[in-house]
Protein backbone atom coordinates (compact mmCIF):
# COMPACT_ATOMS: atom_id res chain seq x y z
CA UNK A 1 0.00 0.00 0.00
CA UNK A 2 1.03 3.69 -0.99
CA UNK A 3 1.09 5.83 2.01
CA UNK A 4 -1.37 8.85 0.58
CA UNK A 5 -2.05 12.13 1.46
CA UNK A 6 -5.62 13.26 1.97
CA UNK A 7 -6.33 16.71 2.75
CA UNK A 8 -9.64 18.01 4.92
CA UNK A 9 -10.82 21.28 5.12
CA UNK A 10 -12.85 19.71 7.75
CA UNK A 11 -11.97 16.80 10.01
CA UNK A 12 -15.56 15.99 9.95
CA UNK A 13 -14.79 14.26 6.91
CA UNK A 14 -12.64 11.49 7.73
CA UNK A 15 -13.60 8.13 7.12
CA UNK A 16 -12.26 4.87 6.84
CA UNK A 17 -10.09 5.18 3.55
CA UNK A 18 -8.13 7.38 5.53
CA UNK A 19 -6.54 4.60 7.30
CA UNK A 20 -2.78 4.50 7.17
CA UNK A 21 -2.46 7.63 5.03
CA UNK A 22 -1.36 10.95 6.30
CA UNK A 23 -3.99 13.59 6.79
CA UNK A 24 -3.69 17.17 6.68
CA UNK A 25 -6.79 19.14 7.98
CA UNK A 26 -8.27 23.06 8.49
CA UNK A 27 -9.66 21.78 11.83
CA UNK A 28 -8.39 22.93 14.61
CA UNK A 29 -6.92 20.27 17.48
CA UNK A 30 -9.58 20.51 19.89
CA UNK A 31 -11.15 17.52 21.29
CA UNK A 32 -14.43 17.30 19.46
CA UNK A 33 -11.95 17.08 16.11
CA UNK A 34 -10.10 14.31 17.43
CA UNK A 35 -13.05 12.52 17.99
CA UNK A 36 -13.85 12.20 14.28
CA UNK A 37 -10.59 10.42 14.09
CA UNK A 38 -10.92 8.21 17.32
CA UNK A 39 -14.53 7.00 16.05
CA UNK A 40 -12.79 5.38 12.73
CA UNK A 41 -12.20 1.82 13.25
CA UNK A 42 -8.78 1.74 11.76
CA UNK A 43 -6.57 4.89 12.26
CA UNK A 44 -4.51 7.19 9.97
CA UNK A 45 -1.18 7.61 10.57
CA UNK A 46 -0.53 10.86 11.27
CA UNK A 47 -3.31 13.48 11.42
CA UNK A 48 -2.07 17.24 11.75
CA UNK A 49 -4.54 20.01 12.42
CA UNK A 50 -4.60 23.62 12.89
CA UNK A 51 -3.35 24.85 16.41
CA UNK A 52 -6.00 27.80 16.68
CA UNK A 53 -3.84 30.03 18.40
CA UNK A 54 -3.96 27.04 21.52
CA UNK A 55 -6.54 29.27 23.56
CA UNK A 56 -7.71 28.65 26.92
CA UNK A 57 -6.95 25.36 28.83
CA UNK A 58 -4.88 24.38 25.39
CA UNK A 59 -8.23 23.68 24.13
CA UNK A 60 -6.87 23.73 20.22
CA UNK A 61 -4.16 21.37 20.80
CA UNK A 62 -5.87 18.83 23.12
CA UNK A 63 -6.24 16.31 20.71
CA UNK A 64 -2.60 15.70 20.96
CA UNK A 65 -2.78 13.68 23.71
CA UNK A 66 -6.30 12.05 23.31
CA UNK A 67 -5.36 10.47 19.43
CA UNK A 68 -1.92 9.40 21.30
CA UNK A 69 -3.60 8.18 23.75
CA UNK A 70 -5.44 6.02 20.96
CA UNK A 71 -1.73 5.22 19.08
CA UNK A 72 -2.75 7.76 16.53
CA UNK A 73 0.17 10.33 15.14
CA UNK A 74 -0.84 14.00 15.60
CA UNK A 75 0.64 17.58 15.19
CA UNK A 76 -0.89 20.64 14.63
CA UNK A 77 0.84 23.45 12.33
CA UNK A 78 0.57 27.27 13.54
CA UNK A 79 -2.26 29.69 13.18
CA UNK A 80 -0.02 32.03 12.12
CA UNK A 81 1.26 30.24 9.17
CA UNK A 82 -1.79 28.54 7.33
CA UNK A 83 -5.59 29.83 7.72
CA UNK A 84 -7.87 27.59 10.11
CA UNK A 85 -10.35 25.28 7.78
CA UNK A 86 -7.91 25.68 4.66
CA UNK A 87 -6.16 22.19 4.29
CA UNK A 88 -4.14 22.86 1.17
CA UNK A 89 -2.86 26.29 3.07
CA UNK A 90 -1.81 24.20 6.22
CA UNK A 91 -0.26 21.70 3.71
CA UNK A 92 1.94 24.33 1.58
CA UNK A 93 2.69 27.10 4.60
CA UNK A 94 2.09 25.57 7.78
CA UNK A 95 4.97 25.25 10.58
CA UNK A 96 4.74 22.29 12.97
CA UNK A 97 4.22 24.31 16.61
CA UNK A 98 3.12 20.75 18.67
CA UNK A 99 3.72 17.31 18.49
CA UNK A 100 2.60 14.20 20.23
CA UNK A 101 5.39 11.78 21.74
CA UNK A 102 4.16 9.17 18.42
CA UNK A 103 4.61 12.13 15.67
CA UNK A 104 7.88 12.75 17.19
CA UNK A 105 9.05 9.29 16.60
CA UNK A 106 7.85 9.77 13.05
CA UNK A 107 10.42 12.83 12.44
CA UNK A 108 7.56 15.53 13.05
CA UNK A 109 8.69 18.40 14.90
CA UNK A 110 8.05 22.07 16.22
CA UNK A 111 9.63 24.60 13.35
CA UNK A 112 9.84 21.94 10.14
CA UNK A 113 7.00 23.00 7.09
CA UNK A 114 4.33 20.80 7.20
CA UNK A 115 4.68 19.98 3.21
CA UNK A 116 8.57 18.80 4.38
CA UNK A 117 7.36 16.28 6.49
CA UNK A 118 4.19 15.17 4.52
CA UNK A 119 6.70 14.55 2.07
CA UNK A 120 9.21 12.27 3.94
CA UNK A 121 6.30 10.34 5.30
CA UNK A 122 4.83 9.52 1.88
CA UNK A 123 7.66 8.83 -0.01
CA UNK A 124 9.25 6.90 3.06
CA UNK A 125 6.91 3.96 1.78
CA UNK A 126 7.03 4.03 -1.36
CA UNK A 127 10.99 3.33 -1.64
CA UNK A 128 10.44 0.40 1.08
Given at each position: ???????????????E????H?????S?G?S?????????K??????F??????????A????L??????????????????CI??????????V??H??????????S???K??????A?C??????
Open positions: MNRQLVLLDSIALVDTAAGVIVSGHGSAAQFVLDLAFPLVVYNDAGVGKANGIVGDMLGSAGVACATYSHTSAGDARDGLENGVSTNSLAAILGVPGAVSDVVNLREIDSV
